[in-house]
């Protein structure tokens, strides 16, 4: 499954300053079970828009993650929290429907 948020960075702030904090806070996660990776995407025509998408085996397995409050990845995430807008877009099964290149 994929947990996807938007993210709006602030005027005055970069992408960039965003970005380290995102890392940080990602390599810690990615050590629970079931955790698949992580990307981080920037809008093309607006370089201050990113899209996040967390990859994990299974909803069950974010969910646990969740539950076992890191205070690190807190820290991290709330110290980064003045530089930008988060808008969760919600969990999202792995795909239906594939279309491969022909």
Not at 44 to 53: E, K, R
């Amino acid at each position: 499954m994929k947990y996807i948020f938007e993210v709006h960075i602030k005027p005055g702030y970069t992408a960039e300053q965003y970005a380290e904090a995102w890392v940080r806070a990602s390599e810690i996660i990615q050590q629970a079970e079931g955790a698949r990776g992580t990307e981080l995407h920037r809008k093309l025509d607006d370089p201050n828009v990113l899209i996040a998408i967390a990859s994990w085996d299974s909803k069950a397995h974010r969910d646990a993650m969740e539950r076992q409050h890191n205070r690190k990845v807190a820290e991290i995430i709330q110290g980064a929290a003045h530089l930008c807008d988060i808008r969760p877009l919600g969990e999202f099964a792995d795909p239906d429907w594939v279309v491969p290149p022909q």
